[in-house]
């Protein structure tokens, strides 16, 4: 089970920090993820981090301004986003993995076993 916070609407060139808190397994020993899905577009991934946060993914047009961390004390993920852009707008999904490392394929939904409901992003130009 996993809960994104953080959302919200901010102007273009603005920050959000997303939240993911899991709970109901084990959370420091797989890898989790980001998604977003904006109106009438498939789900795409957007990062993906490993159990221990030792090695990060991103998808190309978020590199340099999203990063990715975890705190596994804290069973919580964590996506800050910097110099949001209109096309960033999106529902945001945390995503928990199936194994320790992400894959080579990571930004494929399939790859992920338990979703959140998402958090809304909406950056106004």
């Known amino acids: 089970h996993v809960v994104e916070s953080g959302g919200g609407l901010v102007q273009e060139g603005g920050s959000l920090r997303l939240s993911c808190t899991a709970s109901?397994?084990?959370?420091?020993?797989?890898?989790m993820g980001w998604f977003r899905q904006a109106p009438g577009k498939q789900r795409e991934g957007v990062s993906c981090i490993n159990y221990n946060g030792g090695k990060t993914y991103y998808e190309d047009s978020v590199t340099g301004r999203f990063t990715v961390s975890r705190d596994n004390a804290k069973n919580t993920l964590y996506l800050q986003m910097n110099n949001l852009k209109p096309d960033d707008t999106a529902m945001y999904y945390c995503?928990?993995?199936?194994?320790?490392?992400?894959?080579?394929?990571?930004?494929?939904?399939?790859?992920?076993?338990?979703w959140g409901q998402g958090t809304q992003v909406t950056v106004s130009s």
């Open positions: 995503a928990a993995g199936r194994s320790p490392y992400c894959s080579g394929v990571w930004y494929t939904t399939r790859n992920f076993a338990t």
């Open positions: 109901g397994g084990r959370f420091d020993d797989t890898y």
